[in-house]
């Protein structure tokens, strides 16, 4: 066997261990829902689940949305610009990757309560974050930027400053540069930042829950079914999420991968 033939069917080997176990566990919760059906049916038709479900995707949407309005500019400065500090911000940005959950949720509850630093302020005009969307918005916020701006930023760093220079010099603002040249030959890297964001929006608990357990997401849903029906009772609402999910990345996949064959 060649050398390059041997090396591919290790990485085969060795690349099929994390695929098979992802496998492994869609088979073993599909299973528990083929063998008690009903439980699987009462979830899909349950009007908590499906709220669970609407507020946990639009929540990660918002808290999206917010990261690409303040973390774009961010990831740009980080990838153009030379400043006292700069290494400190880049720590601070990942800080939230080696946070246990619980701590990042203190953290923002103490920013964000009522009697919080941010959350009195907003408490002012009418906003409140505990037990709130809102509250849950900002969870996912926090726990996501370091997902959104470290993909941005390498993306920015990849598009060639010579193109910006040139622009520069046949009298085009830094502003007009920036929003005409470099954010969309950045695109797909904030496209990728994005989703990445949202899904790990999606799947966090407990920094979400210290300051919003209610209204409940359904990473919270399946943990209070869990606490009080038992492992049963929350597979089948995990299976519905499982669901949902694949569903919905599979059409992101199809869709992205369109669009760049189109480019192509």
Partial sequence: MKNSDLFTASCIIFGSFPVLLIIAGLFVLTSLQCADPKAFIEAVFDPSVLEAIIITFSSAAGATLILAIFGTPLAFLLARKTFPGKAVIEGLIDLPLILPHTVAGIIVFLLFMHTGIIGSTFLTIGI????????????????????????????????????????????ATPGTTFLVIT?????????????????????EFAAVVMIAYHPMIIPTLIYQRFSTGGLYTATAVAFVMVLFSLGLFICIRLLSNRIIGAEL
């Fill in 128 to 171: 409140r974050f505990e037990e709130s969307i809102a509250g849950i918005i900002v969870a996912m916020f926090f726990v996501s930027i370091p997902y959104y701006v470290n993909t941005v930023r390498d993306g920015f760093i990849r598009v060639p400053i010579r193109m910006e220079y040139v622009a520069r010099s046949l009298g």
């Fill in 183 to 203: 954010l969309p030959l950045t695109y797909r890297h904030i496209l990728t930042g994005g989703l990445t964001a949202w899904g790990r929006g999606v799947s």
